[in-house]
């Protein structure tokens, strides 16, 4: 099970730190993902890990205000995002797989999802 949290009302041009924790299992054999979803748009990929944490793909429109990392004594898997924007707005869902070795930015690819935590960004 995946539990998303760190979501919140924030400013324009803070930053933001977003972790996910895996309850009943051990997060760093399963490859890790974040993405988001703004109301009426498709769920976008922000980044992912791979169980080694060699693999680090980014991607969508937060490409270069993100970093993806990982807390193997914690259990979780993080996404520090800057310069928040306005656009920025949305659910954000930490995502995982034990099937996959690199990360996709194909959501369908991930078997085990979180519940999603809200980012308001406000001007």
């Known amino acids: 099970q995946l539990q998303a949290y760190g979501g919140g009302l924030v400013q324009v041009g803070d930053s933001l730190t977003l972790s996910c924790v895996a309850s009943g299992t051990t997060f760093s054999t399963y490859t890790a993902a974040w993405f988001h979803q703004a109301p009426g748009k498709r769920r976008e990929f922000l980044g992912g890990?791979?169980?080694?944490?060699?693999?680090?793909p980014y991607g969508g429109s937060v490409k270069g205000r993100v970093t993806i990392f990982s807390d193997n004594g914690k259990n979780t898997v993080s996404l520090q995002m800057n310069s928040l924007k306005p656009e920025d707005t949305a659910v954000y869902y930490c995502?995982?797989?034990?099937?996959?070795?690199?990360?996709?930015?194909?959501?369908?690819?991930?078997?085990?999802w979180g519940q999603g935590t809200l980012v308001t960004v406000s001007s």
């Open positions: 995502a995982a797989s034990r099937t996959y070795s690199i990360p996709t930015d194909n959501a369908l690819m991930y078997e085990y």
């Open positions: 890990i791979s169980p080694s944490g060699a693999h680090k």
